[in-house]
């Protein structure tokens, strides 16, 4: 059984990383600042 868990842990891992990847090329730049600045007004 612990060979099974690891071995899904390492197929998940690899799942995750391919995601991270493939997101990371589809995203739109952050280039811009905010145009507000944080912060609570009364």
Do not use: Y
């Not at 090329?25 to 609570?40: D, F, Q, Y």
């Amino acid at each position: 059984m612990n060979k099974n868990v690891t071995e899904l842990f390492c197929f998940v891992d690899d799942f995750c990383k391919a995601i991270n990847k493939n997101f990371a090329e589809k995203l739109l730049p952050n280039s811009k600042k905010p145009t507000r600045t944080p912060g609570i007004t009364h």
